[in-house]
């Protein structure tokens, strides 16, 4: 009877210190959790999962050609798996942890975005959102006081970047999480967002 | 502050019922609602939304041609905006219901399946995933006892059909919501299921 | 695994739906299931829920001195147990619908509303609140527009009626689900609800 | 449009986590919080919410006469009120919290125990259960694998105490969440529970 949960949010929501407290609540009771992260580089062993709010554990990362089901079956007895930045799965891979909830009977975590700069689906959240057990919102503020719900990219004068690669590293854009009416103002109306309503650089996309 | 609702489900989890309940709120309390239902093949018009349980409401019925926002912006004050088998509606159409709801401040109810006989979200069901406000679920149960969360399609011994339109009108298929591990024993097992286990014959999809 | 589902609402939001819905569900997949309704007067035996909007069913009609648990023990197997007017329950009557869940893992559904008309809990709406393993709120409209959470009693006039016995039989109060805000401006500022505001006369209380 | 929320939850569900990253959410964008806690003793002033986790803020404590409504009014302005340990809040401080966010437009996020030892409502928890707009459950796990929902205290050997206050400072007695039927199991049946099976001891009720 174990569910695949998918918790998600925009950006900047909290889902990492969601993930670290629900581990620590199963460990604290004696039991065994397993942490993934999933990389969009070529990275596999050791990684660490952290929160901007300042807490952390170590994790296994992976890429998008690992087969997590075959993964989490050879580590042994596990009583949860929480998977970080699911938005980053393949088709193949969220399907894997269908499998890991309906063959082992595994509670299965699943942190990730709903929707990317241009508010399409990332390929992960799309097969979550079609496929999970349960529909989970992390909530957070939009700087006009509504619930943000999207994620902008932005340029260095705080207007929209509106085309590039889904999944972009390096350079000098930011991501405003933000209502959907404030998206619109900043993608579709030309608008811009100030500094001042920026939140912090974020190293996690 | 109006909202846009996106209730999903499976196959005959009672969508129509709450549409028909939620708009008898409104106007039990003195308040204008509009009913519009998508529809696949061309028609445009009157049309009736039909629960099977037994109760019934005219509405509007359009296609996948229509702008939903010059439909409800002509139409005069209305307190509320439900519509039914969203699951057809195209991305442009998702997007005008977001702006029923950001720029006339007009709530939006949208009921429609999740995902298809393949275990795919349909176009609407996708968008109003990526957009919606809220996302709320509208249980079912399959005939195993579990919640039911996909819908698979089936012929006349029970077999899934595994490829097709994803919309198919006319034939002998049947559709069954099922949970998710019941589907995979079903279309990836080459499981059957008896006639016992099928709802009642559909003509709602 | 079966759970204690607690459904609440104000008043009119169509509680009585929902079950029969929820009943239809189970029924349509060969399931058998078991419609109760609370009472506050002495009848036991055959009775039958009925929704506002036109749907219904035979059900068992009990008072609060009955054994709920050993009512449902005895009718042999069942998948579903459904009650309505749980607000009435005593405390003795929650703990049963408890161990109908643990002791029969049978899945029980209770309706009922939360509040009285001075705001207070119900007693059968309080040990709920406190025990049921899922809290959902079934939502309806205020006529200003908000979320109705809240009753108020209302005399010819209007105005608040402000003591009494918690139910009332007979008379000519009426009762209006408003906001929170709403129910401060009638029972605490002495304001009034016009009969335009008033929903339909009810005798579902 | 400001709203009430009520975070429930058993013990150790990570309920100042939530309060702690809500709160940094809002600050991040450049927004202002009011972090309060309520105490059974009678301290009044500057204090600390900590979370196991390893995180905390400076807050304001208050106890059980604080007319809470008074105290955010003179604070200026403040985009959101959090409050920890609300199941110590009397009657009228849960309805001062109603007039924060129906007069002052504020969303306060109230965070705390459903129920005491006993199975009753706290009497803060019994009006927020009465009178939040939202209900949201903060889950955590039993030592069975079910979710638990239920707080028991237990003496030195694992065994269930009875009675008592319902609030208790000091002694050697532990709490320890646990699912419904675990409850039962160790409070009505005389069952016991191993100290393996016990979380830290905790110093937070």
Same mark, same amino acid.
């Given at each position: 009877m ?7 949010s925009?950006?900047n ?12 609540n199963?460990?604290e ?21 952290k929160?901007?709010?300042g ?10 050609t ?6 989490v ?15 980053f ?5 969220v399907?894997?942890?269908?499998e890991?909830?309906?063959?082992l009977?595994?509670?299965?975590? %699943?942190?990730?975005? $709903?929707?990317?700069?241009?508010g399409?689906?990332?390929?992960? =959240? +799309?097969?979550? #959102?079609?496929?999970? !057990? ?28 509106k ?7 390096g ?8 209502s959907? %009416?404030?998206?619109? $103002?900043?993608?579709?109306?030309e608008?811009?967002?100030?500094? =001042? +309503?920026i939140? #912090?650089?974020?190293? !996690?996309?």
């Open positions: 174990a569910k695949l949960y998918f918790y998600y925009a950006m929501a909290g889902k990492t210190t969601h993930l670290l407290q629900s581990s620590h199963y460990r009771r004696g039991m065994q959790t397993l942490i993934l992260s999933s990389s969009i580089d070529d990275r596999f062993g050791r990684g660490l999962v929160s901007r709010i807490i952390e554990s170590p994790s296994i990362v992976f890429n998008q690992e087969d997590i089901f075959a993964l079956n050879k580590q042994g007895p596990v009583d949860c798996v929480l998977v970080d930045e699911v938005q799965l393949s088709k193949a891979q399907y894997q942890l269908t890991i909830v309906d063959k009977n595994i509670p299965v975590l %699943a942190y990730g975005l $709903r929707t990317d700069f241009q399409e689906l990332f390929e992960g =959240s +799309q097969y979550l #959102l079609a496929w999970a !057990d349960e529909l989970r919102e992390l909530k957070t503020i939009c700087h006009t006081g509504k619930k943000a719900t999207m994620v902008v990219r932005i340029d260095d004068e705080g207007k929209a970047i085309s590039g690669a889904q999944i972009q590293i350079g000098n854009e930011r991501y405003v999480s933000v959907r %009416a404030e998206y619109k $103002r900043i993608f579709h109306d608008g811009s967002i100030k500094p =001042s +309503q939140s #912090l650089p974020l190293d !996690d996309i």
